[in-house]
């Protein structure tokens, strides 16, 4: 089986709106585990990316690097970083291009109603997240993508509701468990 390969000239941009080439945030890892938001507002991937952040320093020790990818709303990604501290790289992708690469694109339609995403809504919000602005980019799938420094996809998980990430501890012995 060919691994799929994502073109490591595709660019993204921060939140400042400074391009961002894919190739430039994978060099020097061996690994990169990168984050799908729905929207940087949603609480259940607000949570998600905090706790990712949080073993950034332990990852970049083992040649790990991580970074989250949303498609819009700048000011919600600064809002992450001004606000919970995040330090990784926060990317925004509008036209959804990094999505299209790692087989992400599709919307949840339906399963947006899916109660368990309800309920880690309603979690997230107990665990002192706070909603923002609700953006076009809603409708999206969260995910995970463990890139090497090639592109090459080595591991993903693309959630099937609201709030469907895997735990983050199972996404980092993913990661290194990979050669």
Same mark, same amino acid.
């Given at each position: *089986?060919?691994?799929?390969?994502?073109?490591?000239? $595709?660019?993204?941009?921060?939140?400042?709106?400074?391009?961002?080439?894919?190739?430039?945030?994978?060099?020097?890892?061996?690994?990169?585990?990168?984050?799908?938001?729905?929207?940087?507002?949603?609480?259940?991937?607000?949570?998600?990316?905090?706790?990712?952040?949080?073993? =950034?320093?332990?990852?970049?020790?083992?040649? /790990? @690097?991580?970074? !989250?990818?949303?498609?819009?709303?700048?000011?919600?990604?600064?809002? $992450?970083?001004?606000? %919970?501290?995040? !330090?990784?790289?926060?990317?925004?992708?509008?036209?959804?291009?990094?999505?299209?690469?790692?087989?992400?694109?599709?919307?949840? =339609?339906?399963? *947006?109603?899916?109660?368990?995403?309800?309920?880690?809504?309603? @979690?997230?919000?107990?665990? @002192?997240?706070?909603?923002?602005? /609700?953006?076009?980019?809603?409708?999206? !799938?969260?995910?995970?993508?463990?890139?090497?420094?090639?592109? !090459?996809?080595?591991?993903?998980?693309?959630? %099937?509701?609201?709030?469907?990430?895997?735990?983050?501890?199972?996404?980092?012995?993913?990661?290194?468990?990979?050669?």
């Amino acid at each position: *089986m060919t691994a799929t390969l994502v073109p490591t000239d $595709l660019t993204l941009t921060d939140p400042e709106g400074r391009l961002v080439r894919l190739g430039d945030l994978l060099a020097g890892n061996r690994f990169t585990v990168i984050q799908l938001v729905r929207y940087f507002g949603c609480l259940p991937c607000q949570e998600w990316c905090v706790e990712l952040d949080a073993q =950034g320093a332990g990852l970049a020790e083992a040649g /790990i @690097g991580v970074a !989250s990818v949303g498609g819009s709303a700048d000011y919600q990604a600064q809002w $992450l970083r001004d606000e %919970k501290g995040v !330090s990784m790289p926060l990317l925004l992708d509008p036209e959804h291009e990094f999505r299209e690469a790692v087989g992400a694109a599709a919307p949840l =339609g339906v399963r *947006m109603l899916n109660p368990r995403g309800a309920v880690a809504y309603v @979690g997230s919000l107990r665990r @002192g997240y706070r909603p923002q602005s /609700i953006t076009r980019d809603t409708v999206r !799938s969260p995910g995970v993508v463990i890139l090497d420094e090639a592109g !090459s996809i080595r591991w993903q998980h693309i959630g %099937k509701r609201i709030g469907d990430y895997p735990p983050v501890e199972q996404v980092i012995a993913a990661a290194a468990a990979l050669r």
